[in-house]
């Protein structure tokens, strides 16, 4: 098989090393060509009635649920998600695009609003082409989060795709024309961040949406901001998962377990940082370490199969390195740490605990199988050990006391928080966060205005009587 270097674009196994097909990056008049046929795209795409843009989305909503394995396969090959997870990350996007296909003309209906004389009202309308930056970790949600509801609305899309899951990018492109969108209405490009620079500084793209790295977004965000466009940021997470009481602790561990390990625990809003209040430190920590040790490494593909590997080798030898350097710092190896002996990129699923500030676990994200347990005192410890992160994504709390975990919900700084359940999404619930975990808000009808012109109509009878004007 061919190095893997030799081009961004490649499908390379994570359970097994082989890489599987390349693709070659495009660049300048070639992207100018597919951009320009994207702006082309738009003024036809926008002035379609907004029914049969919803029905577009929610035509590809059904073709995706037909070809839901081959996608769920596709999901697996390239960055190694368990298969069952894959299927599940298929219904997902699939719930998605059927959501806004359903929901969409009403987002986007005129709302009046109340004045004395004549009348006024907001409309909401597209701006244009838009510029998406997509991660490999959910190959498909995270693009139709951003796709989906800005097609029905009326913009065109660009998709600069995860290097790494390049035949991921090309399904979804293909779903969406036989779908029935014009070509240029989405758009797959494999380009350098380079050429996405160029095109958020030229006059085409209007807008950009990133999901990524802090490096990346503040990137994008700077070019944005500098040609005066808007963006949305969904950048990194360290997600306090806090533990209230011991009541339920099977079920809490439960949902430890999965609140960390799902996708490998490659997730921005996986819980990371597990806030143990002293009464069930122990016991939590000893029926995390038996569920933990209990998982078992295999083919991704294969449904008993408990513990994928990571994305790449790269992600797998970043991830030992953060424990290494953090157990060398004074922090306690509880299990794990270590790679797997075995071909692939497997790290054992990892517990850390006596982390302490400077150490390299407390402030960065561990993109992985690995947790930090803390033990603290009370509840308002545990707040402010929660809200000592630079970043602000997701969060969850768990108690019995529903109206205690309610109190300890709104006290956390981040943009979601879940009680009684790990941080999760769906089509109607808004998504995103603050501090360095990004800005804006994906999903729920606030999706469909981060990219919107929402637009003043105020009408006045002729003989109105003319007032001031202000600016």
């Not at 059927?98 to 986007?108: D, I």
């Not at 920590?285 to 933990?292: C, I, K, M, P």
Request: aromatic share 6%.
């Amino acid at each position: 098989m061919s190095d893997p270097r030799k081009s961004p674009f490649a499908t390379v196994n994570p359970y097994t090393g082989e890489t599987l097909a390349e693709f070659p990056a495009v660049e300048g008049e070639e992207v100018d060509v597919a951009v320009g046929l994207a702006a082309e795209a738009y003024e036809a795409w926008r002035g379609r009635p907004i029914a049969q843009r919803a029905a577009v989305v929610g035509r590809a909503a059904d073709l995706m649920r037909e070809r839901k394995e081959e996608l769920a396969r596709l999901i697996t090959l390239e960055m190694g998600k368990l298969i069952a997870e894959a299927r599940g990350e298929v219904d997902l996007a699939a719930s998605i695009l059927e959501y806004y296909a359903r929901r969409g003309p009403e987002f986007t209906a005129a709302e009046p609003l109340d004045v004395a004389e004549g009348e006024a009202y907001l409309v909401t309308e597209p701006i244009g082409v838009l510029m998406g930056v997509m991660p490999w970790n959910f190959p498909l949600y995270q693009v139709v989060r951003f796709a989906g509801p800005n097609l029905v609305l009326g913009n065109t899309v660009l998709v600069k795709h995860a290097g790494i899951c390049p035949q991921s990018a090309l399904a979804l492109e293909s779903l969406f024309l036989d779908a029935g969108a014009p070509e240029g209405v989405y758009t797959n490009l494999f380009v350098s961040h380079e050429e996405v620079g160029r095109l958020i500084d030229g006059p085409i793209v209007r807008g950009a949406s990133l999901t990524g790295s802090e490096k990346a977004g503040a990137e994008v965000a700077g070019r944005a901001g500098r040609n005066m466009k808007p963006s949305l940021l969904e950048l990194g997470g360290s997600d306090a998962f806090v533990v209230l009481d011991g009541e339920h602790l099977e079920r809490t561990v439960t949902a430890a377990v999965s609140g960390r390990m799902a996708n490998t625990g490659q997730s921005c809003v996986a819980a990371k940082r597990f806030i143990v209040l002293d009464e069930v430190y122990e016991d939590f920590v000893a029926g995390l370490r038996q569920a933990f040790e209990a998982l078992r490494p295999g083919d991704p593909a294969d449904g008993a199969t408990t513990l994928g590997p990571l994305s790449s080798e790269q992600a797998a030898s970043d991830l030992v390195g953060q424990i290494r350097e953090t157990v060398e710092q004074g922090a306690e190896l509880v299990t794990g740490g270590h790679r797997i002996d075995r071909p692939g990129a497997f790290v054992e699923p990892t517990i850390l605990t006596g982390v302490k500030p400077g150490m390299r676990a407390y402030a960065e994200e561990l993109f992985g199988p690995a947790a930090v347990v803390y033990r603290v005192a009370d509840e308002d410890e545990a707040v402010a050990l929660a809200n000592d992160s630079r970043y602000g994504l997701g969060g969850s709390v768990f108690c019995a006391d529903v109206e205690r975990g309610r109190r300890v919900a709104e006290r956390i700084e981040t943009g979601m928080v879940w009680v009684n359940h790990p941080t999760s999404t769906q089509p109607g619930l808004p998504f995103g966060g603050i501090k360095r975990s990004g800005y804006g808000r994906e999903l729920s009808d606030l999706g469909m205005r981060e990219f919107a012109n929402r637009k003043l109509v105020r009408i006045l009878p002729p003989d109105a009587e003319l007032s001031g004007i202000a600016g």
